[in-house]
């Protein structure tokens, strides 16, 4: 009897040890689509660079929502820039520092703080292809249809932040991924049953929202809609006080410092 007794607490104590594994993994797993790496995430204390390396390095801490902003070249290119004068502010340009925008040849010669490589579609696809799990999220460009036309490979894993509500149902027509900008969500009368009407199922608004919608963003949550947040590391707050502060409101956000997910990883 002492043996049978001696079995049967091994085999109980292996079953809640592998499920105590099981759910470390997918708890693990569930931190990946919380944060959303911002403008490819900070590299070098450096944020806004849109660059090959910060993909690489985010990738790294385990993100795998990479949002680039989305630009237009003088010669119709589309590009990952946060804007122009931006752009040109952060490299070696030379000439004026304002809105114009450069070529794609102009823009692709030019080092983002010396060091780091800037992207255009061509190689925002090689990226994405050699990363099969990353999900691409734009911000800044409005057309859908353009960065299909432009060349985007995978729209299974594309999200896009839109801006009209036209732009949004262009996207489901093309069967991509739409996720409407906070100046909709609270702009639009009865937005709930819009979002329902379209199905829509992310949104994006300022964490500075949060305080002031906590009941409209628990009902959103309650049907499934995955709110993120940007702003994140305004007034004194960061990706941290998200988390722990603000995620029964919300579904994850856009984040700088991706050292935090690398944390909750081990």
């Given at each position: 009897?002492?043996?049978?007794?001696?079995?049967?607490?091994?085999?109980?104590?292996?079953?809640?040890?592998?499920?105590?594994?099981?759910?470390?993994?997918?708890?693990?797993?569930?931190?990946?689509?919380?944060?959303?790496?911002?403008?490819?995430?900070?590299?070098?204390?450096?944020?806004?660079?849109?660059?090959?390396?910060?993909?690489?390095?985010?990738?790294?801490?385990?993100?795998?929502?990479?949002?680039?902003?989305?630009?237009?070249?003088?010669?119709?290119?589309?590009?990952a820039a946060h804007d122009w004068k931006h752009y040109k502010t952060i490299t070696n340009y030379s000439g004026t520092i304002d809105d114009t925008p450069l070529t794609e040849k102009q823009f692709l010669s030019?080092?983002?703080?010396?060091?780091?490589?800037?992207?255009?579609?061509?190689?925002?696809?090689?990226?994405?292809?050699?990363?099969?799990?990353?999900?691409?999220?734009?911000?800044?460009?409005?057309?859908?249809?353009?960065?299909?036309?432009?060349?985007?490979?995978?729209?299974?894993?594309?999200?896009?932040?839109?801006f009209t509500w036209e732009a949004v149902e262009e996207a489901i027509k093309e069967g991509i991924t739409a996720m409407p900008n906070e100046g909709l969500i609270f702009k639009t009368p009865d937005i709930e049953?819009?979002?329902?009407?379209?199905?829509?199922?992310?949104?994006?608004?300022?964490?500075?929202?949060?305080?002031?919608?906590?009941?409209?963003?628990?009902?959103?949550?309650?049907?499934?809609?995955?709110?993120?947040?940007?702003?994140?590391?305004?007034?004194?707050?960061?990706?941290?006080?998200?988390?722990?502060?603000?995620?029964?409101?919300?579904?994850?956000?856009?984040?700088?410092?991706?050292?935090?997910?690398?944390?909750?990883?081990?």
């Amino acid at each position: 009897m002492k043996k049978i007794s001696g079995l049967l607490f091994t085999l109980l104590l292996l079953f809640f040890s592998s499920c105590s594994k099981e759910e470390a993994i997918v708890e693990k797993k569930s931190f990946t689509d919380i944060f959303i790496a911002h403008a490819g995430g900070a590299i070098e204390g450096v944020i806004y660079t849109n660059s090959l390396e910060a993909l690489d390095l985010s990738y790294r801490k385990g993100c795998k929502l990479f949002e680039l902003d989305i630009i237009e070249t003088s010669d119709g290119k589309l590009v990952a820039a946060h804007d122009w004068k931006h752009y040109k502010t952060i490299t070696n340009y030379s000439g004026t520092i304002d809105d114009t925008p450069l070529t794609e040849k102009q823009f692709l010669s030019l080092k983002i703080c010396r060091k780091f490589t800037p992207m255009n579609m061509e190689s925002i696809n090689e990226w994405f292809a050699e990363h099969k799990d990353a999900i691409f999220v734009t911000d800044k460009i409005n057309s859908p249809a353009k960065v299909l036309r432009e060349g985007f490979l995978f729209k299974d894993r594309l999200i896009m932040e839109l801006f009209t509500w036209e732009a949004v149902e262009e996207a489901i027509k093309e069967g991509i991924t739409a996720m409407p900008n906070e100046g909709l969500i609270f702009k639009t009368p009865d937005i709930e049953e819009k979002l329902s009407a379209l199905n829509i199922k992310h949104i994006v608004i300022s964490r500075t929202r949060i305080e002031s919608n906590k009941k409209f963003l628990t009902r959103l949550k309650e049907k499934g809609i995955k709110t993120y947040v940007f702003h994140v590391n305004f007034h004194g707050k960061d990706e941290r006080y998200v988390l722990e502060n603000e995620m029964d409101y919300i579904y994850g956000m856009y984040a700088d410092n991706l050292d935090l997910l690398l944390s909750l990883q081990k």
